[in-house]
T-cell receptor, first 115, second 119 residues
């Protein structure tokens, strides 16, 4: 069981470039999330998905898009990267059993720098 | 709206000292869940504990213990006899029942407390 994996681990972009971050989980979890972590800010939710083919906005969605074409994958896209998007990005997944407050399992993170 | 406050930005202790990390939350819901996660220097996020709003029993796991008090909206975390390996950033997080019913179960995180345990 690999758990939650993220690709790539590191990336440097120039302003205006685009890229896609891939999150994959092998735990058959229904729910998946993308967070960003900035110094002194904790983790903030960008987008999330409650199932294959569905996505929704989180706290800080501007400048990002997501897709959940397959249950095991959750993609985060930056269409035109900006220096303000320099951050560490975490993906997480959660079991589908509702009402039980199940914990989220996190990937190792992707460190993105936008110059 | 839900909010989590970790007032201690950084704490530094000497090995074997006890240390308590504070977490205060705000929610209008009567049903909610509280979590603690650890982020060691390697960067990954490690789940430590989950507590629901109906269970105010304190919990102990080895050197770790958690004190949940609804009257003060606090969910504090104590490490007894701290060790260098406890050095990490610790996050407290909250999930409300409204979100649970909707299925999204979004977590709201505090800004974290960086704990440094010196030898």
């Amino acid at each position: 069981n690999a758990g939650v994996t993220q690709t790539p681990k590191f990336r440097v972009l120039k302003t205006g470039q685009s890229m896609t971050l891939l999150c994959a989980q092998d735990m058959n979890h229904e729910y998946m999330y993308w967070y960003r972590q900035d110094p002194g800010m904790g983790l903030r939710l960008i987008h999330y998905s409650v199932g294959e083919g569905t996505t929704a906005k989180g706290e800080v969605p501007d400048g990002y898009n997501v897709s959940r074409l397959k249950k095991q994958n959750f993609l985060l896209g930056l269409e035109s990267a900006a220096p303000s998007q320099t951050s560490v990005y975490f993906c997480a997944s959660r079991k589908e059993i509702m009402g039980l407050g199940n914990e989220q399992f996190f990937g190792p993170g992707t460190r993105l720098t936008v110059l | 709206a839900q909010k989590v406050t970790q007032a201690q930005t950084e704490i530094s202790v000497v090995e074997k000292e006890d240390v308590t990390l504070d977490c205060v939350y705000e929610t209008r819901d009567t049903t909610y869940y509280l979590f603690w996660y650890k982020q060691p220097p390697s960067g990954e996020l490690v789940f430590l504990i989950r507590r629901n709003s109906f269970d105010e029993q304190n919990e102990i796991s080895g050197r770790y213990s958690w004190n949940f008090q609804k009257s003060t909206s606090s969910f504090n975390f104590t490490i007894t006899a701290s060790q260098v390996v406890d050095s990490a950033v610790y996050f407290c997080a909250l999930s409300e029942a409204e979100e649970l019913q909707g299925g999204s179960e979004k977590l709201v995180f505090g800004k974290g407390t960086k704990l440094t345990v010196n030898p």
